[in-house]
């Protein structure tokens, strides 16, 4: 009898121990929630899924594109073309330029490609149509060396340069890897976690079981007992049930503490996090400049170059793009830092980088007339002319020519000192 005793205690405190060390995956399991793969409607359910994709994609489309040509060595900005209307204020289509961004991005992130439709006609652009990822098809051809690809839309082909693609992780120019699709297991057990916690709170945090008995019952007590059961599950104000004599229930299920569901739920929206590159002191505004700084760095610039090298791609036409090129203005993520961006502005007017209208000008102000075509200089400059060698300094008035320095091409004083014996005083 008491080995026998021995033995049952040690089974009990075994299957304790199985139970103790069961991961989140497996406690779901036995709670009757199967881990399925989910879609992207149910990933963004998950707070952290939704925080993440919706800061990254909202910052991105909050940025302005710019169209720049490059002309006998200078960069001049093309203001009036209307794909850059397009691109940031109005699609000619039902959205508008932030929300069209914005739902590429999140395709993007989510499903691993993001595509709209260019209305091209002939050369013109008529509009830009998003379009959902979940509508598009891609048939792509056979040849591994030389690639390529039709995409379909309601049964419709188009080719490939009917459209803009955005693709994460791709190996071949259209489609992509989106995070639900690499982590869709950890994505699983976050979002299957909270419909545990909706079963918990509909049933008040009862626990699931059986009940067994030691005589066969009736089928009107049974039919009783099911009552009884469905009011204690489903009205909280039906909390009390009682068990006759040869009744016994038997868990089958833990309760959220003995799962440790908070705990876990906090680690998975950290490592959730760390699946888009956000830090969370982004999103809880801790942050200081340089971990914003650094997380623009490694989370939305690569991000950026991506998207600025698709347009150039898909949106320009090949006999523009030898001399032209979309470019994000990422100058607008720290433009919120009035006293970092004038600190800024006053370095680029100091080293002649930008002019005093140019600086009003990314400000969103109107120039100034007495300052158009003028720079300021300093009387310490030294102008040197690399072409022809002729160097001028204002504070003397003085020219010289580095390539014949025993050349003086006129100004003022010969004696740059200009002491009494070079003036001509006594």
Known sequence: MGLRQKWRELRYFKKQEQRDSMTLEELLLSAGIPLNDITKEQ??????????????????????????????????????????????????????????????????????????????????????????????????????????????????????????????????????????????????VAYYSLIF????????????????SESKLTD????????????????????????????DFKESSNTSVEMQLNENKKTNSAEILKLFLVFPSILDGSASDDVYNEWIKICISPKLTEIETCLNKDLLLPSEQDSFYFAIDSKELLKGDMEKRYKAYEIALKNKILDINEVRYLEDREPIKAFEDIVVLGLNDVLYNIKTGAVYTPNTDKSTNMNNPDTTLGGGDDNANRDSRGSGTT
């Open 43 to 188: 990933a963004l359910t998950i707070p952290a899924v939704s925080a993440a994709s919706g800061l990254i994609s909202d910052i991105i489309a909050s940025l302005p594109i710019h169209l720049y040509k490059e002309e006998n060595g200078k960069v001049i900005e093309v203001k009036n073309d209307p794909r850059v209307s397009m691109l940031n204020d109005d699609t000619k289509d039902t959205l508008n330029g932030f929300q069209f961004k914005k739902a590429l991005i999140e395709d993007y992130l989510l499903n691993g490609a993001g595509y709209a439709y260019i209305n091209r006609q002939r050369n013109n652009v008529k509009s830009l149509n998003y379009v959902e990822y979940k509508d598009i098809s891609v048939n792509v051809g056979v040849d591994p060396i030389f690639k390529s690809y039709d995409i379909l839309v309601n049964g419709q082909t188009y080719r490939d340069f009917e459209f803009l693609k955005i693709a994460r992780n791709s190996k071949d120019g259209v489609t992509g890897k989106g995070i639900i699709h690499e982590n869709n297991k950890m994505l699983s």
């Open 197 to 212: 916690e909706e079963v918990l709170v509909k049933t008040g945090g009862n626990k699931k079981g059986f009940l067994t």
């Open 220 to 247: 009107e007590v049974i039919a009783a007992l099911k009552r009884s059961w469905n009011d204690l599950y489903k009205n909280n104000s039906e909390n009390v049930m009682i068990l006759n004599k040869g009744l």
